[in-house]
């Protein structure tokens, strides 16, 4: 961390100033006076520190972390890919693409037992489905909740494929471990909600960890950070688009940050390009796209009937479209590195 | 709501789609067709209606609510100010101001009560303090807890200001009804943590609701409906700024959304002058613009010993600054129709 | 155009409406009265009408614009793509890529025609470089201005490669059509300088025009409208990163806006992967990801030593890397229907 | 300038990197060696730098700036305010708070001339008016031109109001000396058209500089630069609110950005509430927000028939209601240390 200090300091306001920092943070600091300012420079571990607080003494012109405040998180510290295995073989970070589909809601037996069928044949190895549904409105459809727990794990039984469903609160957490589920999902509007994300870290289940609204990258390392923390390394990074003030789209996929996660962390890093976009036409370019820019896999809305859908319908693929695009991933996929 | 169709839409698509929609919704549709579009016009309750779901239709070009989705937050039914009475004859949303101030987070006894002494002196009217912190870093200060509501009681009990603070989990709630609080704050990251909201819709305590980091206007009275809807009447709304592209200050404050939610709401609106801008000496500026803008009350931040303070020093006034600040307040309040 | 009443107006009060905006516009008007809210559909050429003005009526309670409000530009109204033809056989819009690349500004006489051999080496078939550059401060480098465009002829003379250049003011127009100027930029911070738009509207040289630092997809439309209603077909597009919270890069790529422009209108789509990151080691992973999303043609900034570059040397690729990116580029062009 | 370099760099790679600098910018440097990173510290005059460019080094970790980039602008260089004087005894940026006011566009004589009267009497000082038009569509109505600045001078002269009206082109620049232009504005839009800019600092006559729609703070500062640099004085900065996710009004005035001008400028600030929340119930409270958090003026829009208005009729106030509104000021404005 190095602190710029205010040109008028004075020696004893920047020697008790020292001090402090010693004291509070068991850092030791370096000083270089200069003809124009004086540069502090903290040496040890100052992801503890709260920058704002620096900057809140009279003296500080300003501060600079020059370490990245994540550490579990960080790829510097862990050089290699994290692959994290699943039920069956399959793994997300690895070279295989992961390709996770299904409806937005569980509505029924019939419907998600039909496009768990249809996914699967498509190529999908994952089936997703919300069975508790964060919803703007109190008034409209909240989930099966517990049925629909069920229901996913009879359309894994049925097909095979490990389950990925959205968990809200920590009250949902054992009912969760009952029902098998295999990888928990964490909603872009719970991204930082800090107990949740502490609780989870407690359990091994892989968390699907989705970028809040408007969260930087840096921001959904810190989040991934908490649940490696508590002991769990199995945590997966969602990019499902970022508020903006275009209006076009629901939000706007945030494509660098795939790239650039991979870059910064071990983590696997998925796309979701059904939110991101809102739109079901725009899904397939957008899941080429974040294909093409070195994303670990892809969660794609599918519905046997979107326009009936009970949430999320406008972005929803057929069946159909979902073997359509499957397909074109598949074909792109080895010019990239990897297999589906 | 309003639904577009296509041009191209049939006689007979139109009118299987109707009887979808009527059948689904509840709702009776009027048909108006024109030389160019078709026109339909739903009547009945429309606030559960997925608009995104009826624009997944291939025939709907494009739908349009004409109704607020929210009812229990709605001016238009509830045309009368709510103002929330709490201990001690005070008041929040009639023509008294409120004043809330105290530290980001109870750090010490001494602390928390010097403070809480000092801003009744300054004309606080209520106490705020974090015992539980909601904080980026799994690595930073977390607040003293349980601890932290106890030594908020002792400082209620010495000065008898009432306590706001905030609550991050469901897991609390028994504790802070134990504890006495009197005012819960909602934060920002927990705004659409719908299960939350709907468990504090069952207490009777009243509710500041802070308005998440870039959530709309609309999205912040949905998230007051969920606690409405719950049975829990004392929803108080908080602007604290808003996520943007400009760097210079932690958020933006968003001042016109004081006039907005006064129009559209019955509840009270109070502005967060400190986290909006997340600089000291921006506080005083922006705690007068709000009361012009007609806000019910402010919530500021306030330390006895900023440089040290464990959280959120740089945005925090000295008790000096405050009773400042209060002055000019109280010396502002008539000319806009209030009292402090 | 839809115009939806609010409740409470008379029938005396929408008559009166209604004969306005017929005299007004031109428009014809049908009117649906239903039980809770009379709708009113504008039939007619809507394209010149405000919006904002029709909401400032009183008895107005929300407009909605059924038509898109370009024309020349839509295509609903031109479905075949614009290929637009340049020397050499070259053309932009159609089967063929179109790889732009070159240094941000042009510094000298070596530079540019090493670069310039070096790019046409690597596949390139567009030289740009800026003779006239936009910048932040006034005391930074403005460019070689005319010399800039001498040398950029002379690199053209020696390697083939037509020019693209920045034009910043009306004042240059004269200029760069004696200077040969094969494709005129139009930067972000001119795509609303309307006056500049139109005087281009004149000209039959391809006008690039990049997307506004903020600019929504329909305002980008909307200045290429400008150029287009004044007789210049010839319009390219330029996705180049919007003005988002994020900070980790300098813009946020948008790549979304890619498949939707694509949809919206018959001009081509090019991505400039440097200037929407910032950063040189995401432009490959960011042009590959434009390329699957189905973009027309890339403008990469290549420098021969980019660390000594007067300019965006951040974002500039070495030739070499350039040839790699571009080899990656050649080999996916066909699984996108495309060749290079 | 700090520069920090990666812990990876050698010696000889740091002293090469520090001659370049010494040599390329005419500073000196300072080292300091760390146990973990190297620091450099450039002294001398470092607006002129690039700072993406020292990024662009690979030895290079971060950058950061010590010193504001704007000079003429900064108030740590001009510690007074800088008042700027016009016609009639009348002043910006003094005690006396400026109040402009005016229709959007000039659209007749008695319209222009009915409004300059009722704003008059008002109390308004200035008289606002486009002539010029900048708008999105090249079908709506884009300003009388030449023959409202002629309108402009009738209404001046029958009313003694100084105008204050926008230029779009340096083609207009001599038209507007012509035309006794008091104050030329440069809106939004071509607050970054910076060979603008650059011929509007050859003047004497004061420029009215609206922030850009996603401006930075600094971004201002430094387009005011360009006009400072050139010569011209006279520069009043506008806040006109800045493009943000929020929908419900067209922009989110910044009322941050008032103290922050204030206190990194001397020069004088104004605002603009009928362009930041697009709505003409908004504009009362959000001029009382500008006059209490410490602008130097307010520009609003009046027009005697709104609802016909060729342009910006959501947001204009009827005379009678700009009478009430400048009111509520003249009230309000020694509470704030003004005069009206």
Redesign the interface.
Known sequence: M?I?LKPGCTDSQREEFIK?LEE?YGVSV?T?V????T?L?L?GDT??I?I??I????IV??V?R?QE?YKLANRKFHPDDTVIHLPGGLSIGGKQLALIAGPCSVESKPQITEIARRVKQGGAQFLRGGAYK????????QGLKEDGLELLQEAKAETGLPIVTEL????QIDLFLKAGVDIIQVGA??M?????L?ELGHLQTPILLKR???A????LL?AA??IL?GGNQNVILCERG?????????N?????????LK?LTHLPVVVDPSH???I???VE??A???????ADGLIIEVHNN???????????LTPDQFDHVAARIK??AP??GRTL
Do not use: C, H
Request: net charge neutral.
């Open positions: 190095i710029v402090d509070t370096n270089w200069g003809a124009q300012s540069v420079g040496i992801a503890a709260d704002d607080n900057g809140a003494n009279e012109d300003s600079k020059v405040p964060p919803r703007t409105s109190p008034y409209a459809f809200m609160s920590v009250r509007r719970n930082q909600n800090f107990d949740l502490r809040g609204l408007s930087t990258i840096e921001e810190m950070e908490y923390a970022i508020r903006t003030y275009e209006t076009y789209t629901r706007t996929l945030d494509i660098s940050a795939v790239p650039i870059r991101a976009g809102g079901s036409w725009l370019p957008l080429m796209a974040a294909v093409a820019a070195g979107p326009k009936k859908a009970l949430s999320d319908g406008a972005q929803s074909k792109a010019l990239f």
